[in-house]
């Protein structure tokens, strides 16, 4: 996805971007703006490279004072804004990273600007890695914000494992001032912000298991958005199989449920499709039924590492449903296949009522 990623930052970008600033700063110079990023290395950049790139030439080409620089930076955000740009608009915050650290106010409210329509979740985080108790101050404040987008930024910003950004190492261990912006915004009406604090969760889960168990004990039962936010929060612990998180959502022991005519391919030719199909059979009413198939891939040393995948949630369930799925062994980029023997399990609420091998050659 990198990949594809990095050509938003093309010559339709700069050139917009470089008019853009333009306007609000007569004494930038285009033409050499433009040539010095599209230099010799440019094709072999990826895309957080390009961003760096670009954030680094800007600079030489705006006013050595930064105060100055992030006002004409502010006005032409809004035109690339209303130009259609989104993600590639990230460039402002990037350089509000590389360049503010030492100028706190006038950042903070840079990136209060460079968040709307996009965000500015990654660069917050090199603030609260330099001074955690003042960026924690300012996201305490972000949250109770009027603006849904500054009170998504404040719990997106302070995600201990927030993808494609820095880790929070202090988060990990002790996420409690993590949670006391969650606190303020565990019933949010922005779906966008409940959205946000449920990933928040489900990074804390990671890390403090317990911490998220007691979460969903005290949280659970107030608001259909509130148990919305705590289940998607759990989802990793849920594909854990945590027996006390599917006791809390009322995932019960199947105990009177059977899996029967479990089949699978045998052979499954590397790049195609693996099917398989069972049956789910109860005499009893079953109130929710969580349907799930295991896989585990077998990796370079032998070994075998599990992936979980959800297929169905069932409520008030009685008699029999025929489940036909398939997964492809297609080349991706985030995972790697190997020839050899690969195990599927079925899964009703975390427990593995049915198994198959089958052989990827």
């Known amino acids: 996805m990198a990949e594809q990623l990095k050509y ?17 700063y007569k004494e930038f110079q285009k033409d050499e703006f433009y ?3 599209f230099d010799n290395t440019w094709d072999d950049l990826e895309l957080k490279q390009r961003m760096r790139h670009i954030s680094t030439i800007m600079y030489d080409f705006l006013p050595g004072n930064y105060e100055e620089s992030i006002n004409i930076l502010k006005q032409t955000y809004k035109d690339m804004d209303s130009f259609g740009f989104r993600l590639e608009n990230i460039i402002f915050q990037d350089f509000v990273e590389l360049y503010g650290l030492e100028h706190w106010d006038i950042s ?7 968040t709307r329509n996009c965000s500015s979740e990654f660069s917050i985080r090199q603030f609260i890695l330099k001074d955690e108790d003042r960026a924690m101050k300012q996201m305490l404040l972000w949250a109770k914000s009027d603006d849904h987008e500054l009170r998504r930024l404040a719990s997106e910003g302070c995600r201990s494992r927030l993808p494609w950004a820095i880790a ?7 996420p409690s001032k993590v949670l006391e912006v969650l606190e303020l915004l565990k019933d949010d009406d922005s779906k966008y912000v409940q959205k946000s604090v449920a990933n928040n969760i489900n990074d804390i889960s990671k890390d403090n298991v317990e911490i998220v168990i ?3 004990k005290n949280w ?3 608001s259909k958005d509130r148990d919305w936010i705590l289940k998607h929060g759990s989802r990793t612990l849920l594909k854990a199989s945590n027996k006390e998180i599917l006791e809390l959502f009322d995932y019960k022991n199947p105990a009177t449920l059977t899996v029967e005519n479990f089949t699978c391919s045998d052979i499954v030719k590397e790049g195609e499709e693996v099917f398989f199909s069972f049956d789910i059979i109860t005499k009893e009413n079953m109130d929710k039924l969580r349907v799930e198939y295991k896989l ?3 990796r370079a040393n032998g070994k075998h590492n599990s992936k979980v995948f959800k297929i169905s949630e069932i409520d008030d369930f009685i008699g029999e449903k025929s489940i036909n799925k398939k997964y492809s062994f297609k080349a991706i980029s985030t995972r790697r296949y190997y020839l050899g ?4 399990s079925i899964m009703i609420n975390g427990i593995v009522l049915g198994k198959y091998e089958f052989e990827l050659v």
């Not at 938003?8 to 917009?16: G, I, R, S």
Request: aromatic letters at 14%; glycine letters at 2%; charged letters at 25%.
């Open 108 to 114: 903070i409210d840079a990136l209060e600007c460079f």
């Open 220 to 222: 659970q039962g107030f």
């Open 214 to 216: 007691d979460i969903v």
């Open 35 to 37: 040539s010095t990023i």
């Open 168 to 174: 929070l190492p202090s988060f990990k261990k002790d």
């Open 8 to 24: 938003l930052y093309n010559e339709k970008f700069v050139k917009q971007l470089s008019t853009a600033i333009n306007s609000y």
């Open 296 to 298: 585990d891939f077998l």
């Open 341 to 344: 023997v690969h195990k599927i």
